[in-house]
T-cell receptor
Framework: SQQGEEDPQALSIQEGENATMNCSYKTSINNLQWYRQNSGRGLVHLILIRSNEREKHSGRLRVTLDTSKKSSSLLITASRAADTASYFCATDAGYQKVTFGTGTKLQVIP | EAGVAQSPRYKIIEKRQSVAFWCNPISGHATLYWYQQILGQGPKLLIQFQNNGVVDDSQLPKDRFSAERLKGVDSTLKIQPAKLEDSAVYLC???????????FGQGTRLTVV
């Protein structure tokens, strides 16, 4: 079963715009991670936020976490064509059991 | 640093046949995962190993799927007999004991016809 659910399922933006995707999950977590998957390839870890953190930045990425609402958001600023990929949130509820959401498919148009 | 290695990259089999996938994790990574990713969906955890012990296999269809991790390093995932709905990409990932970032291999794309 999927722990997280991303919203929107698909997103199309122009290069230079910001992209925001959201993740909602069901149970308490130790941390939440975001991964990127380019077409036909494996997943790449982007950023991790722990349950006691509210916001985290890494380059053009900004992640927020609201444990009271069991939700997280990923913001990609100044998007590039190379950001075109599927983005997944993944939750760790303990014992490093990493469970993935349904994903947001992002298309950045040059 | 070498990444997670998986083989084969692609496999086509007929239903009711058997198939095996191999994974070599990053050196030093005690935790190993097998995920099944059906087209258009997120990866679904099949089994998680810590060294050569199973941590979680609650979503592994044990009537047809089996996995082992010998000596706490390499792992194999087997399907016998395969069904059409097993068509998916099978992803192997590994992480350090203290985790939690997982490093993924390129996956094996299985087509069952």
């Amino acid at each position: 079963s999927q722990q997280g659910e991303e919203d929107p399922q698909a997103l199309s933006i122009q290069e230079g715009e910001n992209a925001t995707m959201n993740c909602s999950y069901k149970t308490s977590i130790n941390n939440l991670q975001w991964y990127r998957q380019n077409s036909g390839r494996g997943l790449v870890h982007l950023i991790l936020i722990r349950s006691n953190e509210r916001e985290k930045h890494s380059g053009r990425l900004r992640v927020t976490l609201d444990t009271s609402k069991k939700s997280s958001s990923l913001l990609i600023t100044a998007s590039r064509a190379a950001d075109t990929a599927s983005y997944f949130c993944a939750t760790d509820a303990g014992y490093q059991k990493v469970t993935f959401g349904t994903g947001t498919k992002l298309q950045v148009i040059p | 640093e070498a990444g997670v290695a998986q083989s084969p990259r692609y496999k086509i089999i007929e239903k009711r046949q058997s198939v095996a996938f191999w994974c070599n994790p990053i050196s030093g990574h005690a935790t190993l995962y097998w995920y099944q990713q059906i087209l258009g969906q997120g990866p679904k955890l099949l089994i998680q190993f810590q060294n050569n012990g199973v941590v979680d296999d609650s979503q592994l269809p044990k009537d047809r799927f089996s996995a082992e991790r010998l000596k706490g390093v390499d792992s194999t995932l087997k399907i016998q007999p395969a069904k059409l709905e097993d068509s998916a990409v099978y992803l192997c990932a590994s992480s350090f004991p203290q985790g939690p970032e997982a490093f993924f291999g390129q996956g094996t794309r299985l087509t069952v016809v």
